[in-house]
């Protein structure tokens, strides 16, 4: 047992309740780094949840209702890995300038 | 401030455009300076380090006198912008300070119509130029020399930036398209670029 002991000063209570990131966070808009968003075709998708797990700016998440993955324009910064790891091949780049949506417009870069 | 500097913003992509960025502010830059005007040119200290894909600006200032806006490091009035990737016009409000009777400068395959669909503001405008330097320039190769604070003078403008600035001097009076020419690696972009570019008037 006495191999257990932490001396007191390096005690610290044994983890905490933190409030879930579960909103997106406004002041990092990363969706204007993008020159080509992924575009799903939902016929060919098994939703594998390959693209929820990959994309690092958790672009892409599972609709319950509907069964379909959901991709965000804002945050979605245009890296494609989504598409190299796709395993169904249903996702593909298309030059942003074809989309009227997915406007971010910032004053300032940073 | 008074209104007698002229001022330009380049918006160039992080990483694969930083380069091409800065040259097309040198090339601006040396150009005028042949044409006998006081230049500077510098990149936003804020936008760097760069990240892939990261709006990043880059500024001239072009002047017939000394230029004595010390320790002014952004252009917050630019009489010209230059976009050096056109999907940029989706994620910046690119005329930001931008006063009435203002240029626009597009590296894009698309027609001015199209461009002006995305920006909200275009009454600043007295006129677009969209000019395709991407397809101008691809044959020519791309580095990542020259990043972050190089200096190379041999090969300032061998890429997008030469057919950029040479559609800009159909525009702006502060610089002549020899001059570009003769500032510019790539002259038969240059050229390229001025002849190729699809002007139009607001
Ligand atoms: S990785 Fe491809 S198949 Fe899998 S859920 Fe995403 S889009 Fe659908
Ligand atoms: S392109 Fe990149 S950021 Fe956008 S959804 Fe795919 S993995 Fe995520």
Redesign the pocket.
Same mark, same amino acid.
């Given at each position: 047992m006495s191999r257990f002991i932490i001396p007191k000063h390096l005690e610290v209570p044994l983890g905490a309740v933190l409030p879930a990131p579960v909103k997106e966070q406004p002041g990092m808009i990363t969706g204007n780094w993008r020159t080509e968003r &992924?575009v799903?075709d939902h016929e060919?998708?098994?939703?594998?949840?390959?693209?929820?797990i990959?994309c690092p700016d958790a672009c892409?998440h599972?609709d319950e209702k509907t069964e379909q993955?959901v991709w965000n324009a804002d945050y979605c910064k245009g890296c494609l890995i #989504?598409i190299n790891? #796709? &395993?169904?091949? #249903?996702?593909e780049p298309v030059n942003e300038l074809e989309f009227p949506d997915g406007v971010v417009r910032l004053e300032k870069p940073f | 401030m008074s209104q007698e500097v002229y001022e330009v913003t380049i918006w160039a992509r992080g990483v694969f455009q930083d380069m091409e960025g800065r040259h097309a502010s040198l090339l601006m830059a040396n150009a005028a300076d042949l044409g006998g005007k006081f230049v500077q040119a510098w990149d936003d200290y804020a936008d760097l380090p760069d990240r892939v894909g990261v709006p990043l600006r880059k500024y001239v200032r072009l002047s017939d006198e000394e230029i004595e806006m010390r320790f002014v490091y952004v252009n917050n009035n630019p009489n010209l912008v230059v976009i050096m990737d056109d999907t940029i016009v989706k994620g910046m409000n690119i005329l930001r300070g931008m006063p009435k009777g203002g240029s626009l400068i597009v590296n894009t395959r698309r027609t001015p119509d199209e461009i002006l669909a995305f920006i909200p503001n275009k009454e600043l405008l007295a006129n677009i130029v969209c000019v395709d330097a991407s397809g101008i320039a691809a044959d020519a190769a791309i580095d990542f020399m020259g990043s972050e604070g190089g200096v190379e003078v041999a090969s300032v403008g061998a890429g997008i930036s030469a057919p950029l600035v040479g559609a800009a001097s159909k525009v702006c009076d502060m610089f002549d398209v020899k001059n570009v020419v003769k500032v510019a690696a790539n002259k038969d972009g240059v050229q390229k670029g001025f002849d190729s570019a699809q002007v139009k008037a607001l």
């Open positions: &992924p799903i060919a998708c098994t939703t594998c949840l390959n693209c929820f990959y892409w599972l993955m #989504c790891e #796709c &395993p169904a091949n #249903c996702l | -």
